[in-house]
């Protein structure tokens, strides 16, 4: 494993290892105390983390492809994508007052016309419209791959899971379509393309993982497979978030549903960490070494 | 017309300073030298594209195809070989340049080639 992957990973473990303190703790006495003091302090923190390091990661990335080559568009929206998402993070603890810096409540409080506070612009940002530029730029990979003959056939365990994915999509358009009519915010209508992008994605993550599944275990193929599994994360997170709304979900299952949101924040990180790692390969002499050959 | 001016700066700016035809002496090469470019061309082809046709290769074509081999499973995964083939047994550097080239970028892909062709 990459260096930077395995430094991802651990401070992953370290943070959960934190997080199931947390969880005893509130199973213990059934209070959200120190569970909400970990998600607002420690939890913002790795976010901030994680994002910032996926988003200096994918400039790297960028910046050794030329101006004419197709990757450097691909990198550059996912740079893009990782950008909104520290972003939407940042302006959601801002809108919370989760930063320990300063008082930014004032901030927070609903400036009306487009969006209804800071804390919907936050989601904005880091939610449609980071997954606007992921799927820009997962698009243009899988042009590329196509080029190459790696683009796999579709199963039919794919093809049931994109019918689930757009039937899902389409049931949650037709629940928000009428409420058109009460005069939304932007923010809001903006905050419906979520799911239609979100499946968007998980479609192009399946095609990308097929074509994975043809290369094998390399470091670009491994790459491209933590976008699928971040993808999917972010999938079941959603999905959590819509059965604890529709009360499916109990108080324990709610509060473990909320760490899935590290683990896709470390999947995502670890990508342009594979790529990276994969560019540093050919600078260095080890793979010629006598014990390699 | 300022635009034009611009343009016009930018294209003498961009004059190469070259001798002129009539300066420029061509002189003819000594044969031993010509003998050592032919070779060293025609190990580069060689080494370049491996020959669908021919069955034997040497054992520089073999160490370079060994070494790009490794480099695609570890930057790829040991199935890419297969999509890359294609009609052609072997890999060669004329078949994975371009794939590592798209995944990798220019730059990092000339580092690789160097790095295959060492010693050779």
């Known amino acids: 494993m990459p260096r930077q992957v395995r430094w991802i990973w651990i401070l992953l473990a370290f943070h959960l290892a934190l997080g199931l303190v947390a969880f005893g703790h509130f199973l213990a006495t059934g209070q959200y105390v120190v569970l909400g003091w970990y998600f607002w302090a420690l939890g913002s923190l790795f976010f901030l983390v994680m994002t910032s390091t996926e988003f200096c990661l994918a400039m790297i990335c960028r910046s050794w492809f030329d101006s004419d080559e197709p990757m450097r568009l691909a990198w550059g929206m996912i740079a893009c994508a990782a950008l909104a998402r520290l972003a939407g993070v940042v302006l959601r603890a801002v809108s919370d007052g989760h930063l320990p810096w300063g008082n930014w409540h004032q901030l927070s409080q609903p400036f009306g016309g487009l969006f209804a506070n800071l804390g919907q612009l936050g989601l904005v940002v880091g939610g449609p419209l980071s997954m606007a530029f992921l799927a820009i730029g997962l698009g243009r990979v899988l042009v590329i791959q196509r080029k190459f003959h790696l683009a796999g056939y579709l199963t039919r365990g794919d093809k049931a899971l994109l019918f689930l994915v757009l039937a899902f999509s389409i049931s949650q358009l037709a629940i928000n379509l009428p409420l058109l009519w009460n005069h939304p915010s932007l923010g809001t209508m903006l905050l419906w393309l979520s799911d239609p992008l979100l499946s968007l994605l998980l479609i192009e993550a399946i095609l990308v993982r097929r074509s994975v599944i043809r290369m094998g275990q390399g470091l670009v193929a491994k790459c491209w497979g933590m976008f699928v599994l971040a993808i999917v994360i972010t999938s079941a997170g959603d999905a959590a978030i819509w059965a604890s709304s529709h009360g499916l979900l109990s108080e324990q299952m709610t509060a473990i549903s909320w760490y899935i949101w590290f683990l896709a924040a470390a999947a995502f990180a670890s990508a342009p960490a594979y790529q990276f790692a994969a560019i540093s390969l050919t600078r260095e002499d080890s793979v010629h070494s006598p014990a390699m050959r | ?120």
Request: aromatic fraction near 6%.
């Open chain 2, 1 to 120: 017309m300022r635009l034009l001016g611009r343009w016009e700066l930018m294209v003498w700016r961009r004059k190469l300073p070259s001798a002129s035809v009539r300066e420029m002496r061509i002189e003819a090469a000594p044969a031993s030298g010509l003998d050592d470019l032919q070779v060293r061309l025609n190990l580069w082809s060689n080494l370049w594209a491996q020959d669908s046709e021919s069955t034997s290769r040497s054992e520089a074509q073999q160490l370079v195809a060994e070494r790009l081999s490794r480099w695609l499973e570890r930057c790829f995964g040991q199935h890419v070989q297969n999509s890359l083939r294609g009609n052609q047994s072997h890999i060669s550097l004329a078949s994975s340049t371009p794939i590592f080239t798209a995944f990798l970028g220019r730059r990092a892909t000339r580092e690789l080639s160097r790095r295959v062709l060492q010693d050779i």
